[in-house]
């Protein structure tokens, strides 16, 4: 960190008026990379040599009789002849004086600005070498501090070693693997380096981590990397995007994988978009995934759609998307939800959302097929019932929070039994309408309805390890990568 000093004091004695008036307070790496080169003597060995000192900082005298101030330097360099890192004094002030000269007459420049170093700590550091000494210290008394890391990191990405800088923040996350600055700047080096492989491991656990609300110590800070990490995935290369983009649309994805492959899709204004996107990950916010449009009849293993009257006169009189319908509910984000009236389903595309009327899950049943005899199989055919019904339950979960198995298996028999029966809660009313949109989606017979649920039940009673195990949710996220 740099602070940069609000009043202009005298450059030596030689120097008024040539420098202005600059920022008050800044990090270096914010700053354009300056080159320029100046005689420098190593005080533990009392060497001298030319070095790139990148931009030169200059700040209050430390004997306020004498005009000489004190001196910091923006690059890395250590000592030709001991490796030190310094600290350093100036051989040559005739030179700090022309670049101060240049400076004032190329104002776009500033190789010389009034200010003095810090480190997050408040230690005054001359160069960022200093720096590193002096974290490397604080890391050796304290090793598994992942926020020494990160800073260590922070200083050395700072100055131009990018290698370095990757080690640490690498540190940083196997010491806490949310630590989302360290997480940003690796995925940044990734997407600057063309390595996708590395970005497309960075971006899914960056992008859960801030929908699961962590943030940093800053709030504008965390915002500001929101909205870049929203920019730098829609700029993102076409390897990187085809590893979220071709992925096979009929397996469950994470939703920090539906944010991004939604983020990817989007189309409109892009400053709208990156707005709204920011704003949806710092609030938790994933929509419906809008990959889900592939024409399951062109799959012979999945069942063909045909949407069911009243279902088909809703959509097409809402300009809804019938590939990309799920069941919506309203929540308040404190842990409850609501279903007004079970009967009433909200659907919704990832764009609109219209309201349709269902009165009895009997009156959806079609045809008198038999379900398979290896339903505890879930094969093929099925697989696609089950991933409908499972993944709205996670989304339920989210918002509400898990389930017991005990709680999943009541719900899940209650409707098997008796799908139109009296309501068990809130839960059941969500689940009654999943069963309503998997019913007028796809032609299924009573009995394999009855089959469907009754091996969602057993699955959950299969995880009933004690009366409040939440086990069958905490597999479903697993399997499910949700």
């Not at 040539?18 to 800044?26: A, D, H, L, N, S």
């Not at 926020?147 to 700072?158: D, E, P, Q, V």
């Not at 189309?267 to 592939?294: C, K, M, Q, Y």
């Amino acid at each position: 960190m740099v602070r940069l000093q609000n009043s202009l004091q005298p450059y030596l004695s030689l120097t008024n008026g040539i420098m202005e008036k600059v920022q008050t307070r800044v990090t270096a790496d914010m700053m354009p990379r300056i080159s320029q080169n100046l005689r420098l003597i190593c005080s533990q060995c009392g060497k001298g040599a030319v070095y790139d000192v990148g931009r030169i900082f200059f700040g209050p005298a430390g004997d306020e009789k004498t005009a000489k101030r004190k001196f910091g330097f923006s690059n890395y360099f250590r000592c030709q002849e001991c490796d030190g890192p310094g600290p350093w004094e100036v051989a040559d002030y005739m030179t700090v004086l022309s670049i101060a000269f240049r400076s004032r007459m190329d104002k776009g420049q500033d190789k010389i600005v009034e200010g003095v170093c810090h480190l997050f700590d408040g230690t005054e550091i001359q160069t960022p070498a200093l720096g590193e000494q002096y974290l490397l210290r604080l890391v050796e008394k304290d090793p598994r501090n992942g926020f020494l890391c990160a800073r260590l990191g922070n200083l050395l990405r700072a100055c131009g070693r990018q290698a370095a800088a990757i080690a640490w923040y690498e540190k940083a996350l196997e010491l806490d693997p949310e630590d989302i600055e360290s997480r940003y700047h690796l995925l940044g080096f990734a997407f600057e380096d063309g390595r996708s492989s590395d970005a497309a491991r960075h971006a899914p656990l960056l992008v859960r981590s801030l929908l699961d609300g962590r943030k940093t110590p800053n709030e504008e800070l965390t915002e500001g990397l929101a909205a870049s990490i929203v920019e730098q995935l829609r700029d993102s290369p076409a390897d990187f995007q085809r590893r979220f983009l071709d992925a096979p649309p009929e397996l469950a994805c994470p939703r920090e994988e539906v944010f991004i492959r939604r983020l990817l899709l989007e189309r409109g204004d892009e400053e709208e978009i990156i707005l709204d996107a920011a704003d949806d990950l710092l609030n938790g916010i994933v929509s419906p995934d809008p990959v889900l449009e592939f024409d399951i009849a062109a799959d012979p293993n999945e069942p063909k759609r045909n949407l069911i009257a009243s279902l088909r006169a809703v959509v097409e009189s809402g300009g809804l998307n019938p590939k990309k319908l799920t069941v919506a509910f309203e929540t308040d984000g404190q842990g409850r939800v609501r279903v007004a009236n079970k009967h009433s389903v909200n659907l919704y595309d990832g764009y609109k959302m219209a309201l349709w009327e269902v009165p009895l899950l009997r009156d959806l049943f079609r045809g008198d097929a038999e379900p398979p005899p290896d339903l505890n199989r879930y094969p093929p055919p099925f697989c696609i019932y089950f991933y409908l019904i499972e993944k709205h339950v996670l989304t339920l979960c989210d918002a509400r929070g898990d389930q017991t198995d005990q709680q999943m298996e009541e719900i899940y028999s209650s409707l098997r039994r008796r799908p139109d029966g009296r309501s068990l809660g809130e839960v059941h009313d969500f689940l009654w309408q999943i069963a309503a949109l998997l019913l007028a989606l796809y032609p299924l017979s009573e009995a394999e309805f009855d089959g469907t649920f009754g091996q969602l039940a057993r699955s959950a009673r299969g995880w009933a390890l004690r009366p409040v195990s939440r086990n069958y949710v905490d597999y479903l996220r697993k399997t499910l990568g949700a």
